[in-house]
């Protein structure tokens, strides 16, 4: 009767054991999936949103809090097969800073057509970051299906300097910098869309923010 009552509590505990490990296994399981990403068409450019994905968050937000700028990188991949063959990239840079008196973000675009907004939410920064994002569909037909994947990643401090400068960087390098896994613990978000077929999405005229 003893034994058989061991072999009861063993069994629980085993079983307690697996459900807790199943219950971590949960959120764990959701680490690094792309978030959906919402497309716009003006007949030449794709334009990207992506409601649910904030970046705002962890190490990028507490370096903000402290005081200091926080580049962000970006990159919009064209694919039409599943991302196995790049079509095109489209890769941007991004200098978040944070104002500590009046809690709004002010945010930099730099490159060609560099631009600037501020006095914005972490909301507000966060869209007007996507608002300012486009890829070219020039020769892609429009009843061919295609992919698109939106990544944005929070530079390391060490390379910060390199990367918002101008000179000696070009796109080409901050392809390369995607090309290579995040470091470790380098925040990275992604978001993506596809298959889709320009000629199902409606052809806009000016910018919108809807499918």
């Known amino acids: 009767m003893a034994q058989a009552k061991r072999g009861i509590k063993t069994v629980l505990a085993i079983s307690r054991r697996h459900w807790l490990l199943a219950s971590m296994a949960i959120p764990l ?3 690094g999936a792309a978030e959906r990403l919402d497309l716009t068409w003006d007949g030449d450019d794709l334009h990207v949103a992506a ?8 190490k990028p937000l507490d370096r903000l809090k402290d005081g200091a700028a926080v580049v962000f990188l970006t990159q919009l991949t064209l694919t039409t097969d599943n991302f196995t063959t790049v079509l095109r990239r489209k890769p941007e840079r991004f200098v978040f800073s944070y104002d500590l008196w009046e809690e709004k973000f002010s945010v930099t675009k730099l490159g060609e057509g560099q631009r600037t907004a501020s006095h914005l939410s972490a909301a507000a920064a966060e869209a007007w970051c996507f608002d300012n994002l486009s890829i070219s569909t020039s020769d892609l037909p429009q009843d061919r299906p295609f992919w698109l994947r939106f990544e944005i990643r929070a530079a390391e401090p060490k390379d910060e300097a390199a990367v918002i400068g101008d000179s000696g960087l070009n796109l080409t390098r ?6 290579r896994r995040p470091r470790d613990q380098q ?25």
Do not use: M, Y
């Open 29 to 31: 399981s959701c680490v």
């Open 51 to 58: 409601p649910q994905l904030h970046f705002l968050t962890g």
């Open 174 to 179: 901050l392809i390369e910098i995607f090309s």
């Open 187 to 211: 925040p990275e978000w992604t978001a993506q869309a596809g298959p889709l077929r320009l000629g199902d999405l409606k052809r806009l005229v000016g910018r919108a923010r809807t499918l």
